[in-house]
């Protein structure tokens, strides 16, 4: 039998984080689309310590959908364990993947020093997954892409669409050898108040999709309920506390919040964001605002959209503190959004046992993380260490997701003239279960829940 292209799955098999699929083609080159962390429970995360099934000096090129850490925080890695490749992307993710890999890097520095610190780890010197010379030599390895036009990525042709998930976000059709699969990445929803939405899926041969939401459909975008627990908060006199993504989640937040002020719907109170991340990516946001942007008309119109008014950014680490003993009611919107690191930690080792306070969770919560733990009503939580108990209104608020539901990635997929068959990645079991259900019912395709590891033959 003659060599054939195929494709493993490294990552996001069982799981919706560590996205990483590994495309080979018949004479031996390899392509990396996604090379993300496993995030949640421990079983997971230490996935992210075994080295890869194939040698990283072996893969010839990555391409990288967005700067969300599950499908970019193990490059620093790869680069350090022997990859020398270009790493493909847009341009906004280039300029979002500096701040978000040398962010993750310090973290890692961080978390590594204070266990040896606090001698808390069961190993005699522990280290970071990678520190910050890994950040800057897989940074160093970014080749950047304008527009749709084909790329020679290893021994694919790729191109790169627009996904509407977050600034920048590509879905990549990647083809070998005639032969054409699509991977979406994380798939925006088309109502995005920020972003234009996908761009349509047309002819390939197979498709690697998430399915986050593959077993429900979002409720419309949580205004009333954001405006509410704000409200609630104010009233009581405490600070309303936003754990928040800082790419992308931030910006929405602020532009949401900067209708709900106008509007008279929240009270016009300060909102801090206490984020370095966030801040850098906020000015990325910023700059990437024009026309023929990813951005919506509206959007690029409007002379402040990420101001609510009586905006706030804390740069200085003496104000962040500050801001646990605030003398007014407040909105502070902290990075990391499932409350695993970052300042917001120290906030909610804070705030969370007033009971004037809030938490607001905006965004999806993977199993294992503090954020699933509040949302699924957790009394006490461990921060640094010790446990602190849960005093504070813990509210999830629905709709702030960036990703498609079940039905939009249906309507995405429906586009996919002449797919042999649909691989349901980045999900939770249940979730990409249901939606490859859906595909083989409403489009009559092959859909398959790929197993980790598991490899199969797309040529």
Known sequence: MSPSTTLTFLGAAGTVTGSKFLVEAPDGRRLLVDCGLFQGDRAWRRRNWDPLPVAPASIDAVVVTHAHLDHSGYLPVLARAGFTGDIVCSEETARLLRIVLLDAAHLQEQEA????????????????????????????????????????????????????????????????????????????????????????????????????????????????????????????????????????????????????????????????????????????????????????????RDPAPFDPGKLRLVRDPGESARLNDARHPCILISASGMAEGGRVLHHLEHQLPNRRNSVVLTGYQVAGTRGRQLADGAVQVKIHGKYVRVRAEVANVRGFSAHADSSQVLDWLAGAEGCECVYVVHGEEHAAEALAERVRARLDCNAVVPRHEERVRID
């Open 113 to 300: 020093q204070w266990a040896r610190e606090s001698r808390v780890s069961k190993h005699a010197d522990p280290r970071p997954l990678f520190d910050t010379a890994d950040a800057e030599r897989a940074l160093g390895m970014l080749r950047p892409v304008a527009g749709s036009d084909p790329v020679q990525a290893g021994p694919a042709s790729v191109v790169l669409r627009r996904a509407g998930h977050i600034l920048g976000s590509r879905f990549a059709e990647v083809t070998v050898e005639g032969r054409t699969t699509a991977f979406s990445g994380d798939l925006g929803r088309p109502d995005h108040p920020l972003l234009e939405p996908p761009v349509p899926l047309g002819p390939v041969d197979h498709v690697v999709v998430e399915s986050t939401y593959g077993d429900r459909l979002h409720a419309a975008l949580g205004k009333d309920e954001l405006a509410d627990v704000i409200t609630r908060t104010v009233k009581r006199g405490g600070t309303a506390l936003v754990p928040a993504f800082a790419v992308d989640r931030t910006p929405l937040l602020l532009h949401v919040l900067r209708e709900l002020v106008e509007d008279g719907r929240v009270p016009d109170v300060p909102v801090y964001v206490d984020s370095p991340m966030a801040l850098a990516a906020l000015d990325v946001y910023r700059g990437a605002l024009g026309p023929g942007s990813d951005f919506r008309d509206s959007v690029v």
